[in-house]
């Protein structure tokens, strides 16, 4: 496609198989666009394309991800605010049409699994190596290994009585974020211990238990998981002004994909999907609606004179 549609806060460039979406900087932007600066989205991630009202003179356009195609969203579990989410382009309301016009550009690309969960993360992470600072510690991820810092002011005494903690992703099976904005905010590694291990199973600790000075989810593997997180030397807890959700889930999105990536067993190289001709009636349909575009001055000669070769070539 190669078209380019600006928002209030990212801008969106439509290519062949994918979207690039470049998020801005600036005041009014929020911290988690300006930490992922951009974001790669194949068309075989998505699931659905919508477009809605927005608040204040807007619209909406809605790239929705399949489950399962983004670590960060997984990461997130639906705690993500609405201005949060990296998949909507916020337009004025006047740009409707064009908005319209791209959206079903993008529905007629969406892949023939768009309906089912994405059986492997199909969107980048954030790239490590990464570190924020929470409540109680101070977590760092190099790729490979986590490490947790114990803060001597926030940090419980059961934490400092295990001592610093460090992991490797091959010891862990996920990770959960509870976010910062939500009661009890923190991010949890979740070691691979068995199906009866999850993040929050397995009673408190009783006074006296220790992980033995282990360290790590070897350690862990020997103790009960504590319930609290502020108890758990394999979780940092958040508060006001530590482990924010524009720090904090990138991290936990990145630990994520590291832990699928060496779980998921290498696969034979999948033939590429093969596009059919479209329907003429649709591609009639798209140059009149292309047209109309051209009439009310919302694209240019040359963009109207290239998509519509570009649409007369896919009969």
């Given at each position: 496609?190669?078209?380019?549609?600006?928002?209030?806060?990212?801008t969106w460039e439509f290519d062949t198989d994918s979207v690039l979406i470049r998020f801005e900087r600036g005041l009014r932007t929020p911290k988690l666009f300006q930490s992922l600066r951009e974001r790669r989205v194949p068309h075989a991630a998505l699931s659905s394309v919508t477009l809605n009202p927005g608040k204040r003179g807007t619209v909406v356009l809605h790239a929705v991800p399949r489950p399962g195609a983004d670590p960060l969203l997984e990461a997130a579990a639906g705690q993500l605010k609405d201005g949060c989410d990296p998949y909507r382009l916020v337009l004025p309301a006047e740009r409707e049409t064009l908005a319209e016009y791209y959206a079903d550009e993008l529905r007629a690309l969406l892949g023939p699994d768009a309906a089912q969960p994405a059986d492997r993360f199909m969107v980048a992470a954030p790239e490590a190596p990464m570190s924020f600072k929470a409540y109680d510690g101070r977590a760092g991820f190099d790729g490979d290994r986590i490490s947790f810092r114990w803060?001597?002011?926030?940090?419980?005494s059961a934490k400092w009585k295990a001592g610093d903690q460090t992991f490797s992703v091959r010891e862990l099976s996920g990770v959960e974020w509870r976010s910062p904005e939500a009661f009890d905010g923190y991010l949890r590694l979740v070691p691979r211990t068995g199906a009866a291990d999850s993040a929050l199973a397995g009673p408190v600790d009783p006074p006296g238990a220790a992980y033995g000075g282990a360290g790590g989810a070897q350690g862990l593997r020997a103790a009960?998981?504590?319930t609290q997180a502020d108890q758990d030397p394999a979780a940092v807890v958040f508060g006001l002004g530590y482990g924010p959700v524009h720090e904090s889930l990138p991290f936990a999105a990145a630990v994520l994909e590291s832990v699928r990536r060496r779980q998921t067993k290498p696969t034979a190289p999948v033939a590429p999907v093969v596009a059919g001709r479209r329907d003429p009636a649709d591609i009639a349909e798209r140059i009149r609606h292309l047209g109309e575009l051209h009439q009310a001055g919302l694209v240019t000669d040359d963009e109207y004179g290239a998509k519509k070769a570009q649409l007369l070539a896919e009969l």
């Open positions: 496609m190669g078209d380019v549609l600006a928002g209030i806060h990212a803060s001597w002011t926030g940090a419980s009960v998981r504590p």
